[in-house]
């Protein structure tokens, strides 16, 4: 069953800390994104990867990090220098800009 | 900087009615629009892409226009169903890397009242 897998659903960080969010894909697809909802806010982009051990900063970078170790995975660090880290985060997967796929979502907010 | 935007952020209609929703951009004409569906705590679901060269495109009971002159798209849902309720963003690309990036909207919560 193809897609692209998001976990967890909901995660909660305290201050100060680093929180990982996964993405993985079977789609064999070559690009990766990391986008981030705010109620009432566009998708804005955190990061994108257009193939192994290489990525990008989108617009919202700052606090954030990334890797790309394998083409299937894409994780986000969620680190402590972003302040402001509630929000809904979308990861997605595409053979281009063309017809994205997105994964269900990690809900992500601060004790 | 490109910017878009979707006029209404909310549409209430009648079922059986059809729902038309606008989305505007500034700025150079992106050579590909998108319209994706996304459901309460879900990710956003690929509906429709429209070409630059392409007026007009149809699914089933979905239509989008794209007016490059207008800098403007409609995406039409024709005969529309409780179902139909969700929000709607469009999204078109930019240059920026070597396949590009999208930018999306902020989307249009329809509602279609039985």
């Known amino acids: 069953d193809g897609g692209i897998t998001q976990s967890p659903k909901y995660l909660f960080r305290k201050e100060g800390q680093n929180v990982t969010l996964s993405c993985e894909q079977n789609l064999n697809h070559d690009a990766m994104y990391w986008y981030r909802q705010d109620p009432g806010q566009g998708l804005r982009l955190i990061y994108y990867s257009q193939i192994v051990n290489d990525f990008q900063k989108g617009d919202i970078a700052e606090g954030y990090s990334v890797s790309r170790e394998k083409k299937e995975s894409f994780p986000l660090t969620v680190t402590s220098a972003q302040k402001n880290p509630t929000a809904f985060y979308l990861c997605?997967?595409?053979?281009?800009?063309?017809?994205?796929?997105f994964g269900s979502g990690t809900q992500l907010s601060v004790l | 900087s490109q910017k878009i935007e979707q006029n209404s952020e909310a549409l209430n209609i009648q079922e059986g009615k059809t729902a038309t929703l606008t989305c505007n951009y500034t700025n150079y004409s992106p050579a590909y629009l998108q319209w994706y569906r996304q459901d309460p705590g879900r990710g956003p679901v690929f509906l429709l892409l429209?070409?630059?060269?392409?007026k007009e495109k149809r699914k089933e009971r979905l239509k989008v226009t794209f007016d490059t002159t207008l800098k403007q798209s409609l995406f039409h849902i024709t005969a529309s169903q409780p179902a139909d309720s969700a929000t709607y963003l469009c999204a078109l690309d930019i240059p920026r890397g070597s396949q590009g990036n999208l930018i999306f909207g902020k989307g249009t919560k329809l509602s279609v009242k039985p």
């Open positions: 997605a997967s595409g053979t281009g800009v063309r017809k994205l796929f």
């Open positions: 429209i070409r630059e060269n392409e």
